[in-house]
């Protein structure tokens, strides 16, 4: 059974930085591309960032430049560092295996708890 743990989301003000950590269990963690989901209150779950088995990864235009995803496949753990927060990054930020669909990504297992990610001064 694939189990996701999300952490390291905090309180933090416009400008500052966090770095979030997905420890994966029960899954061969290398082999799969990733993903890291946000949801907004009021607003629909929507994938800020992806990164395949090799390394390679894709932002939403909302983050590009300001947040960073990478994996360490010896520790099945994901990271998201996100700097230059805005009030707008505000949700809480799960992750999720992830496979290509044409140009799109798609999530696919069960969602975590996820981990709050609140700006806000």
């Known amino acids: 059974q694939v189990q996701l743990v999300e952490s390291g989301g905090d309180a933090v003000q416009p400008g500052g930085s966090l770095r979030l950590s997905c420890a994966a269990s029960?899954?061969?963690?290398?082999?799969?591309?990733m993903g890291w989901y946000r949801q907004a209150p009021g607003k629909q779950r929507e994938l800020v960032a992806a990164?395949?088995?090799?390394?390679?990864?894709n932002y939403a235009d909302s983050v590009k430049g300001r947040f960073t995803i990478s994996r360490d496949n010896a520790k099945n753990t994901m990271y998201l560092q996100m700097n230059s927060l805005k009030p707008e990054d505000t949700a809480v930020y799960y992750c999720?295996?992830?496979?290509?669909?044409?140009?799109?990504?798609?999530?696919?297992?069960?969602w975590g708890q996820g981990t709050q990610v609140t700006v806000s001064s």
């Open positions: 999720l295996n992830v496979v290509k669909d044409g140009n799109s990504w798609v999530g696919i297992g069960s």
């Open positions: 990164i395949t088995s090799g390394g390679s990864t």
């Open positions: 029960g899954t061969i963690f290398s082999i799969n591309a």
